[in-house]
């Protein structure tokens, strides 16, 4: 163990050099340093904390996530209130805006600070001696909700100030929100998990910093720029609003790059078309943008009416929203299966671009909206990304129209489509094995190394493997041979004899990675561990009844129905085959193994924490599910032993407090050795 003095110095190096990154990456863009690198200094820090809890400060980066959730959000009263901006809507209200200034402050030409008004969510940063202590959102101006264990889980906002110039109190501004990328992903993983799929990114945003759990909220992508000061105690601020936004950025804190100093009416409304020219290739949604008296005196002598300052106006950009109709409603199958339909318009120009296809989401939202071919619909550029319909115009819909009537099978491949999700919202083709849109997708999972583990097989060979015919489905991969892989691109021909050698590694596998191979939807790899431990050969599996896969502890009713299916697919089966024809193949159960006999750790819950010397922890959880052990990642009142390697951290620390029996390495291990000789 490292002395104290030692881990100090080095920890206090590890925070600043870990905060500079965090810097670097999402606030300048500027990267300095790898993923990889980042990872092993974070990892160096997390394990001095763990061996000296004592060094652990509030601006550690390993404490943005970790508290508790939170039973509901404490009401947060602000000391400088919050106002709304006045809106105009076109060149006449924002000349009348300037003639108004100008003729209240006697200035002739007034500079105005002129930066996007992004669509997102108003929230207030609270420093003390240039900590982060309180984030609260805006609310009704005056007061808003604390949602400080939220805001620290955001990367770009500083936990500690940078220099030494900054106020001892300090309240910052700003917007966080979502980038159009963020909130594809996010959806696509809603989508996946059958949970809510958002409707656009604000809502999303919204709905992340108003989560009670700050874990869900860190697995949010959400961002923040800043653009204004409350509160500041014993310190001057710069007199410009611009190089108020630089002295910001200075402290660490994210600002708009696209903020400019403009003149006048004309300079507004140059800097408006100019943003409204960019605003479809920008990463994030803005729906206007803001001009304030540049003057910070000025902005003082013009003071506020009722919750509007006078000095400061939201142009906002025009609706992006048309009519048209509705020619068509097509199935479209994503790579994982995910069956989307989609609305074929009669084109369209909405924001900038034609359109000619929305989203329509699911099967529930077609028949919330009650959506039909020759309705007469409000389409809309949700994002500005992603069109979607918003209404149907009933008023407009011919006579002969008829509802539209989700079909049962996948368009691509005829295969069954299952329901997932709250009330079935989800749908997903179950020909998983032979769909050819999701082809390439299955055969790079199949190949992963938690699968298959067929190394060389990346992305861009599959890609070709695919598109020049030479795999159709898995078993295809057992079929090459290396002349034909070396006549790939970039393929030489001592590259494609090593990739043909792992292919043949690969043909002996174990039941339990080959289930997870199989990309059943719904199965990782605890869940095919599982099935393998409790059926012990593959034809118990496929055969098995949705009510006997759920009698198997963690085995709800969706993964039940998912695993049924899959294995109900006849083409999937005709795959399957093959493989085991091309000598895949794994050991049989032995005679009073787990798989046949009872598991003596059936239904104990075991947590693993820290580092374990004779096996890795993966090994070690293989080994207690094996024995029918559930092997969770948090200790709770329902935990039966933690099992604590060398720097165990906060579990181990909870499973004391709770009473929890505490295995050390050598315990483990006497455990899964004495039940094994005993039982198995």
Not at 419 to 448: M, N, T, W
């Amino acid at each position: 163990m490292i002395p104290t003095k030692q881990a100090l110095k080095r920890a206090a190096e590890l925070r600043d050099l870990l905060n500079e990154h965090n810097y670097n990456y999402y606030v300048l863009d500027q990267p300095v340093i790898s993923d990889a690198e980042y990872d092993r200094r974070l990892r160096e820090l997390q394990t001095l904390e763990a061996e000296h809890p004592e060094l652990i400060t509030i601006d550690s980066p390993t404490q943005r996530v970790g508290a508790k959730p939170v039973s509901g959000f404490v009401p947060v009263k602000h000391e400088v209130p919050m106002l709304s901006l006045n809106n105009a809507f076109g060149a006449d209200a924002v000349e009348l805006f300037d003639r108004r200034i100008r003729d209240l402050t006697r200035v002739d030409a007034v500079e105005y600070a002129a930066e996007p008004k992004l669509d997102g969510l108003a929230v207030s940063l609270l420093y003390e001696r240039g900590l982060l202590v309180r984030g609260a959102t805006r609310g009704d101006g005056a007061t808003g909700e604390d949602v400080t264990q939220n805001v620290r889980t955001i990367r770009c906002i500083p936990l500690r100030l940078k220099g030494e110039s900054f106020p001892p109190r300090l309240e910052v501004r700003g917007e966080v929100f979502m980038s159009h990328d963020g909130f594809r992903l996010l959806n696509e993983e809603q989508q996946r998990a059958g949970a809510k799929v958002f409707v656009n990114p604000r809502n999303a945003a919204a709905g992340s910093l108003r989560q009670l759990d700050p874990a869900l909220a860190a697995a949010r992508p959400l961002e923040m720029y800043c653009y204004a000061v409350g509160q500041h105690e014993n310190s001057e601020l710069p007199d410009r609003q611009f190089d108020l936004l630089k002295l910001l950025a200075r402290w660490g804190l994210r600002v708009s790059p696209l903020a400019e100093v403009v003149t006048g009416a004309d300079g507004c409304l140059a800097y408006y078309d100019k943003l409204a020219g960019r605003r479809l290739s920008l990463p994030y949604g803005i729906d206007g943008v803001v001009y304030k008296v540049n003057s910070l005196a000025l902005q003082e002598v013009l003071g506020n009416i009722s919750r509007a300052p006078r000095w400061a106006l939201a142009h906002k950009f025009p609706a992006q929203e048309e009519t048209t109709e509705v020619r068509g409603i097509e199935l479209q199958v994503g790579r994982t299966g995910a069956v989307t339909p989609v609305a074929r318009l009669r084109p369209v120009f909405v924001g900038g671009v034609t359109v000619s296809n929305a989203t329509l989401h699911n099967r529930s939202e077609i028949e919330r909206m009650d959506i039909r071919v020759g309705d007469t619909v409000v389409v809309r550029r949700a994002g500005d990304v992603i069109p979607e319909i918003v209404k149907v115009i009933e008023q407009r819909r011919p006579k002969a129209t008829r509802r539209y009537r989700f079909p049962d099978t996948c368009p691509v491949c005829a295969a069954h489509i299952v329901y997932e999700g709250g009330e079935g919202v989800i749908a997903r083709c179950s020909g998983g094995l032979y769909c050819s849109a999701q082809r390439k997708q299955h055969i790079k999972h199949f190949a992963s190394r938690k699968a298959m583990d067929i190394e060389g097989l990346g992305n861009k060979i599959v890609d070709q493997l695919v598109d020049t015919g030479l795999v159709k489905d898995v078993a295809d991969l057992y079929r090459l041979d290396a002349s034909a892989v070396a006549g790939l691109e970039r393929m030489a021909e001592k590259s494609a004899g090593q990739l043909i050698d792992a292919i043949t590694r690969s043909r002996r596998t174990t039941l339990e990675r080959f289930l997870f191979a199989l990309g059943i939807p719904h199965v990782g790899e605890n869940t095919a561990r599982l099935l393998a431990t409790h059926h012990g050969c593959l034809e118990s599996v496929a055969e098995s009844s949705e009510d006997d896969l759920q009698s198997i502890p963690d085995i709800g009713p969706i993964v039940a129905r998912s695993i049924h299916a899959f294995f109900r697919q006849p083409h999937n089966v005709e795959v399957i085959e093959k493989l085991k024809s091309a000598g895949v193949s794994w050991p049989a159960p032995r005679p009073g193994s787990p798989s046949t006999a009872a598991l003596p750790l059936q239904g104990k819950v075991f947590v693993l924490t820290g580092t374990l010397q004779s096996m890795s922890r993966d090994e070690a959880a293989s080994r207690l599910t094996a024995l029918g052990a559930r092997v969770t990642g948090s200790v709770s009142s329902r935990t039966d032993f933690i099992v604590a390697g060398a720097a165990p951290g906060s579990k181990f620390e909870k499973a004391e407090k709770l009473g929890i029996t505490v295995l050390d390495e050598e315990g483990f291990i006497g455990i899964i050795g004495k039940v094994t000789d005993t039982n198995v």
